[in-house]
T-cell receptor, first 114, second 114 residues
Framework: DAGVIQSPRHEVTEMGQEVTLRCKPI?????LFWYRQTMMRGLELLIY????????DSGMPEDRFSAKMPNASFSTLKIQPSEPRDSAVYFC????????????FGPGTRLTVT | AQSVTQLGSHVSVSEGALVLLRCNYS??????LFWYVQYPNQGLQLLLK??????LVKGINGFEAEFKKSETSFHLTKPSAHMSDAAEYFC????????????FGTGTLLAVQP
């Protein structure tokens, strides 16, 4: 299995631009999670989906952030407009349902907003 | 609400010495507990998990953790540190209720000195 795939691995953009991060979960996993990691705030859960439906988006920082999961094999996290304080590493993770619970993480997207 | 506390944001050991990384949990229900490792510029990787079976859990790379209900602890140990163990380690607990959400600790950065 290829594991969780994220693209791009690195993104540099200017303040005000739209940024879209992409994630392909492990096939057969029905949970998908988006995290943000910074030195100051550590690892934060932004949103998670079950069977393509958003379950908990309480971690989404503000309306500039949105996430979608149009099908079981693809999800996006969009920031519009981006700001320098959004600079972070964004991770996607997936897990299988039932009582397994362990999450499998992608390699992350390092976002720099100048 | 479920939470975990990792004592010590930085731990330094000599190569060949015992590794002990501390994690205490707070949970209103029998917890599912996890340790993850993050190597530089990579995503998180599952080391081991406790799911209310054996209290001593063995993981990858020679790590193990012992669940102690009386102490609400789930400390991670390795008898002999290797240079390749240098990484950041995260303790996590399932969020409780009907959720697959993981609550992560703040992480402990392990340095291994030659």
């Amino acid at each position: 299995d290829a594991g969780v795939i994220q693209s791009p691995r690195h993104e540099v953009t200017e303040m005000g631009q739209e940024v879209t991060l992409r994630c392909k979960p492990i096939s057969g996993h029905d949970y998908l999670f988006w995290y943000r990691q910074t030195m100051m705030r550590g690892l934060e859960l932004l949103i998670y989906f079950n069977n393509n439906v958003p379950i908990d988006d309480s971690g989404m920082p503000e309306d500039r952030f949105s996430a979608k999961m149009p099908n079981a094999s693809f999800s996006t996290l969009k920031i519009q407009p981006s700001e320098p304080r959004d600079s972070a590493v964004y991770f996607c993770a997936s897990s299988i349902g039932g009582s397994s619970y362990e999450q499998y993480f992608g390699p992350g997207t390092r976002l720099t907003v100048t | 609400a479920q939470s975990v506390t990792q004592l010590g944001s930085h731990v330094s050991v000599s190569e060949g010495a015992l590794v002990l990384l501390r994690c205490n949990y707070s949970s209103s229900v029998p917890p599912y507990l996890f340790w993850y490792v993050q190597y530089p510029n990579q995503g998180l990787q599952l080391l081991l998990k406790y799911t209310s079976a054996a209290t001593l859990v063995k993981g990858i790379n020679g790590f193990e953790a012992e669940f102690k209900k009386s102490e609400t602890s789930f400390h991670l140990t390795k008898p002999s540190a290797h240079m390749s163990d240098a990484a950041e380690y995260f303790c996590a607990v399932i969020g409780g209720g009907a959720t697959n959400k993981l609550i992560f600790g703040t992480g402990t950065l392990l340095a291994v000195q030659p």
